[in-house]
């Protein structure tokens, strides 16, 4: 088995060839690396690219917080340096996780929180030192949300209680983002908090800025891919945000047109939608014709549809919504959808899913799509997309939930080439070839089913 060695060992020794054999930070890296390796070590653990000071031999991640720890304890006063020294350690974090690790364990976290306790202490706000500490509390905990601890939460708390502030806010925010990323006790702890109180306020008519921030973090609440935890409460946090906040959400879809905050904003309702009392409260509060109103104005953008198609499909968990969205005339716009974005797999695939869910055991629903004549579009989205394979399930699934109540329309769909459409998609995408069968034997195609399963009984069952 290989040795390995610290990064303490590694970075004495670089520190060694820069002080004692004045060598270039690069020609000391190179010669430790060719050192250690031709002793059998094996360096795989090693941060090999860390930026070294030229005098000193140190590291400019541990010689930056060092420096940070210094200035805290002397109680300086020379502001600029701070800032400057904050600049450094912020832009050493962005450059891989590795060095944000090895910030983390010489104590980045704990002072840059220390700097936060005492700047929000003084009688004057200094919201630079303040938004300069939180870009950098913000590049250490990407991707490392266990530095994310009590005494942090007890200052994001604070920062959002802070008035006309936005960028301080703004940062906040995406503080607690990177907070929430694959850590359950993280989202449970701050759930408990009054964070939701603190977060409606900023759900704001005229800041584009701080909703798309806003809405990201309520959709971080109710994530669930913490490994670590066997169940976490995701379904519980997403009750608990959409009883407070969904009214609200649904209020600001009228007030702009900016398509990265309605695309943010429907997302997060449809992250929300949880329950079918949820459904049924954006249903009564409008939220039907705003979305429709929303896609009539935006045909064109990719992102947006997508988004209130998926919030569509969630929305027609609950039958009564999912009646109310096709009586409301949903059908003509999906239509104009899939002729506007006829090659986009991203588009056409959501419209089907979407198709797919509002026709599912409902005949009228059925009718309703088929009488806008969207068979014809619906074959030619497939034509398009021949390699695409959840367009080709989706399309299938969609045909299969129109015509199985309607065999009415069996005829028309085969007088538009779907049934060698559908037969070319099971030969090139196998995996979903269960779902193409259905389509066709639905359609009253020839279809050859295999048994999946043939055994003899050792003992004849009894008549």
Not at 103 to 110: C, I, L, P, Q, V
Request: glycine share 4%; aromatic share 4%.
């Amino acid at each position: 088995m290989a040795k390995m060695i610290s990064q303490d060992t590694f970075d004495d020794v670089v520190k060694e060839n820069v002080v004692d054999f004045s060598m270039s930070p690069s020609e000391a890296k190179e010669e430790t690396i060719k050192q250690f390796e031709a002793q059998g070590i094996n360096l795989a653990n090693i941060i090999k690219d860390l930026a070294i000071n030229a005098e000193t031999g140190e590291p400019i991640i541990n010689e930056t917080v060092d420096k940070i720890k210094a200035h805290i304890s002397q109680k300086s006063k020379d502001t600029q340096q701070l800032l400057e020294l904050i600049t450094v350690l912020d832009l050493e974090c962005q450059k891989s996780l590795a060095h944000r690790v090895l910030a983390g364990k010489n104590g980045a976290h704990d002072v840059l929180i220390t700097l936060l306790e005492q700047t929000l202490a003084e009688d004057t706000l200094d919201t630079t030192l303040i938004s300069k500490s939180l870009q950098a509390a913000n590049s250490l905990t990407q991707k490392q949300p266990d530095l994310f601890d009590a005494e942090a939460l007890s200052i994001v708390l604070k920062l959002l209680e802070l008035k006309d502030q936005l960028d301080v806010i703004c940062l906040t925010l995406q503080w607690l983002q990177k907070a929430c990323v694959m850590h359950e006790t993280n989202r449970q702890n701050i759930m408990s908090t009054n964070v939701i109180k603190l977060i409606k306020p900023l759900l704001l008519k005229d800041s584009p800025r701080m909703v798309r921030e806003a809405t990201a973090v309520l959709r971080y609440l109710v994530l669930d891919d913490d490994i670590r935890v066997e169940f976490g409460c995701a379904h519980e946090h997403a009750r608990q945000i959409a009883n407070e906040l969904l009214l609200q959400l649904v209020e600001l879809l009228p007030e702009y047109t900016d398509v990265n905050v309605l695309s943010d904003v429907l997302l997060t309702i449809g992250t929300l939608a949880v329950r079918q009392e949820l459904c049924t409260l954006i249903d009564d509060a409008g939220g039907l014709k705003l979305i429709f109103a929303i896609m009539k104005d935006n045909l064109k953008e990719e992102r947006l549809n997508r988004e209130a198609l998926k919030l569509l499909r969630a929305l027609a968990g609950h039958d009564a919504v999912k009646a109310h969205i096709v009586q409301q005339g949903v059908a003509p716009i999906i239509k104009e959808m899939l002729e506007t974005h006829q090659s986009n797999e991203n588009i056409v695939s959501a419209a089907l899913a979407c198709i797919t869910t509002l026709t599912l055991r409902v005949k009228e629903h059925s009718a309703a799509f088929f009488e806008t004549g969207i068979a014809e579009v619906i074959v030619e989205a497939l034509r398009s997309n021949p390699k695409h394979k959840y367009v080709q399930r989706n399309g299938a699934w969609a045909i299969r939930n129109m015509v199985s109540r309607s065999r009415d329309q069996c005829d028309t769909w085969l007088s538009f080439g779907v049934e060698d459409l559908l037969n070319e998609a099971m030969a090139e995408h196998p995996s979903v070839a269960q779902d193409i069968k259905a389509a066709l034997r639905d359609l009253g195609c020839k279809v050859q089913l295999r048994e999946e399963w043939t055994g003899t009984a050792e003992k004849k069952i009894a008549a």
